[in-house]
């Protein structure tokens, strides 16, 4: 069986309210920053699916995305394999 290593980012939809990305923007002028501006917080899964077909792995990551890690009415998500390293 093949161990197949994703990525998954789950950040909040744009027009949604992001109170995490707003309480970091309106700190970093306190620590001397001044340019950044547009901040906005999510989170990143990592994971393994060990199956054989690279499509079934991505499915359930898929399906992990939209029904456990993300909460689909008010948050966006993207799924990446990532390579082994060699």
Not at 11 to 28: F, Y
Not at 56 to 61: L, M
Not at 65 to 79: D, K, M, Q, S
Request: proline share 7%; hydrophobic share 45%; charged share 25%.
């Amino acid at each position: 069986m093949t161990s197949r290593r994703f990525v998954v980012s789950v950040m909040p939809r744009e027009g949604i309210l992001d109170p995490q990305g707003r309480a970091v923007e309106t700190s970093l002028p306190h620590l001397g920053v001044t340019s950044v501006h547009g901040v906005r917080v999510g989170r990143r899964v990592e994971l393994s699916v060990d199956v054989e077909d690279a499509a079934e792995a991505r499915a359930v990551v898929d399906r992990l995305a939209g029904e456990l890690f993300a909460n689909p009415l008010i948050e966006a998500w993207t799924v990446e394999p990532v390579e082994p390293a060699s």
